[in-house]
């Protein structure tokens, strides 16, 4: 009789490859390290002087996730590549949700989210890439955009053996823990940095001209992770000490303006590294130049919004935007951060009012009192009384998911782009699933389902035959 072999669940695998690539990055970028210990600091710090915060982060599950957490993003070329890597983050157990086009914030990128959708695999581990896809039909030029589809099909940014155990484990249903290990090294290398350009300066600087971007993409061995980031509790604080860690934080911080009740995401960062580069010379000789495009991110978290509450915060985030009339920059940030929180006084900041008129989604869980009263005196309750007697309390769930304006505006100003360039060619999201190879997740499905298990848990442990909304 042969016995099955012992696989690693996916979860697992992600938490170890996370802590693997937050080792690897750290070596790579020195200042990262300081940014963690800084977030550190200053979240202890958040919890100590907001005791409601931590019962929260309590009674959800994230203060155990809270050190570990973590969002990477790459960015790559072919439609090959992004199906591979969607094979690749299987093994992790995370999959693509959501669809985000760069385009029209003037970066030639289409992009999703992989991660893992159902809370318990998030509490495991909420590691997320957002990766990103090189609109080449973008490039204006025709024979740099052929140029540049010649170089991308040359290379191949995923190691043998990576490709072998990705096919082991789609073969055999999982990876046993030496496997495991060996496919945690193996796809770091897909992530690694490579001073060595694959393209002459020449080659480089059209590239650079036509957007940074693209010559970030094309001219590499690999698609290098350009930044790491981690959470933070109170990113007012964090903005305000970069510097004295000799941190050169971006002006304005992108998102919602601070609230009592945070919402969607916050994100700031650091400028991008000047890296050296050695590129090939006509005449095979090494030439050493220098590419930025990697850099430092924070992002806080918020609750995630409905349909209804997104509606509205995309509506209050453009008129903020109208009103200025510019982009946010060093010179108009306080104006900026002014017009953003008049305007944002029009979404309620509290989380009752919040959940009445469905903004937000949240998540439920049955109170000490509840689990002691008898389930025949509650039968007849409807899930508001429930909660008016305290025998059901609510938490907002919390935004796994990115800002497309973010993820461009991040983009830009940490790479000192002074205006915003358009690119006409419009959303394709029909084109991007088809590159991918799967479709993509809808975000807010997936919170409709998170709340609906915690209102199915909280019927099942008060003994009630259902709870609806």
């Not at 300066?201 to 001209?209: G, K, R, S």
């Not at 509650?378 to 909660?387: G, H, R, W, Y």
């Not at 497309?404 to 360039?421: R, T």
Request: with cysteine.
């Amino acid at each position: 009789m042969t016995t099955q072999p012992s696989f690693v669940q996916p979860d697992e695998i992600r938490a170890r490859f996370s802590r693997a690539m937050s080792d690897m990055y750290q070596a790579e970028v020195p200042l990262y390290g300081a940014l963690l210990q800084l977030v550190a600091e200053i979240n202890t710090q958040t919890m100590e002087q907001q005791p409601e915060l931590t019962r929260h982060l309590r009674q959800t599950g994230e203060i155990e996730r809270l050190n570990m957490e973590r969002h990477g993003a790459i960015r790559v070329g072919t439609a090959a590549e992004l199906a591979t890597l969607r094979r690749l983050f299987a093994v992790m157990g995370m999959v693509p949700v959501g669809y985000y086009d760069l385009a029209p914030a003037g970066v030639p990128v289409h992009s999703t989210a992989f991660r893992a959708v159902h809370e318990a695999s998030l509490q495991v581990s909420p590691f997320r890439v957002f990766t990103s896809l090189l609109r080449l039909e973008l490039i204006e030029q025709p024979e740099l955009r052929q140029q540049a589809a010649d170089i991308l099909a040359k290379r191949d940014i995923f190691t043998p053996r990576a490709i072998e155990l990705i096919a082991k484990y789609e073969t055999a249903g999982g990876l046993t823990d030496n496997e495991a290990t060996d496919f945690i090294t193996q796809a770091l290398e897909t992530f690694r940095w490579h001073s060595q350009a694959t393209v002459s300066a020449e080659v480089y600087q059209q590239l650079h001209d036509q957007h940074r971007l693209i010559a970030d993409v094309v001219a590499f061995k690999g698609p290098h992770i350009n930044h790491l980031t981690p959470r933070t509790l109170n990113i007012d604080a964090v903005q305000t000490a970069m510097p004295e860690h000799h941190i050169t934080p971006k002006a304005v911080i992108e998102g919602p303006p601070p609230r009592h009740c945070p919402i969607l995401l916050r994100q700031t960062s650091f400028k991008a590294l000047e890296e050296k580069v050695a590129f090939i010379s006509t005449d095979g000789q090494r030439v050493q130049g220098h590419h930025t495009a990697r850099f430092g991110e924070i992002e806080q978290r918020g609750a995630a919004l409905t349909a209804k509450g997104r509606s509205l915060y995309d509506h209050l985030l453009q008129a903020a935007q109208d009103q200025l009339q510019v982009p946010a920059n060093e010179k108009n940030a306080e104006q900026y951060k002014t017009l953003l929180c008049e305007q944002f006084s029009q979404f309620p900041d509290d989380y009752p009012t919040m959940r009445a008129e469905k903004l937000a989604f949240f998540r439920y869980f049955p109170t000490e009192k509840g689990l002691h009263i008898s389930a025949a005196s509650i039968q007849d309750l409807t899930l508001e009384q429930l909660i008016s007697a305290a025998i059901i309390q609510y938490e907002p769930l919390v935004y796994e998911d990115f800002l497309p304006v973010s993820a461009a505006g991040i983009f830009q100003s940490n790479l000192g782009d002074k205006g915003q360039s358009h690119f006409t060619g419009h959303s394709s999201k029909q084109n991007f699933q088809r590159d991918l190879g799967v479709e993509v997740i809808d975000e807010l499905q997936l919170y409709e389902e998170t709340q609906q298990r915690s209102l199915a848990a909280c019927a099942a442990a008060l003994q009630l035959p259902t709870l609806s909304l």
